[in-house]
Nanobody
C-alpha cells in the first residue's frame, strides 16, 4: 500500500495550492482520509479530515480557507488551500484508515511521504 502526495510548492501569501494524495495497493472508499501538517520545529498537527460518508472537519486554523474532498473512483483525496498564510508553511501529510475513533489524532495505519508547502510573505 502506498500513499503519494503531490501539489506542494512555493506560493505567495494570499495564494492557493491544491494538494493531492493518491493511494495504490488497496481501496480506501470505506475509510476516513486526513491531512496533517508539520511546521518547522513543531509537532505534526491535524488539518482536515473527510469521513467515508463525506462529512468533514477542520482545524480552527484552516477552517474557511481549506477544503478537503475525495474521489473514491480515483482512490484520491485532495486539499484545496486558499488564502494561504506564512504560518501555513509546513510539510503536509495525507493519512488513511484511522486506528481510533478520534480521527483528528495522528493514529492512522497509512501515511504518505509528505509534500512541502512554503508560503512567502
Amino acid at each position: 500500500v502506498q500513499l503519494v502526495e503531490s501539489g506542494g510548492g512555493l506560493v505567495q501569501a494570499g495564494g492557493s495550492l491544491r494538494l493531492s494524495c493518491a493511494a495504490s495497493g488497496r481501496t480506501f472508499s470505506d475509510s476516513a482520509w486526513a491531512w496533517f501538517r508539520r511546521a518547522p520545529g513543531k509537532e505534526r498537527e491535524f488539518a482536515a479530515v473527510i469521513r467515508s460518508g463525506g462529512s468533514t472537519d477542520y482545524a480552527d486554523s484552516v477552517k474557511g480557507r481549506f477544503t478537503i474532498s475525495r474521489d473514491n473512483v480515483k482512490n484520491t483525496v485532495y486539499l484545496q488551500m486558499n488564502s494561504l498564510k506564512p504560518e501555513d508553511t509546513a510539510v503536509y501529510y495525507c493519512a488513511a484508515r484511522p486506528r481510533t475513533t478520534d480521527i483528528t489524532k495522528t493514529d492512522y495505519n497509512y501515511w504518505g511521504q509528505g509534500t512541502q508547502v512554503t508560503v512567502s510573505s
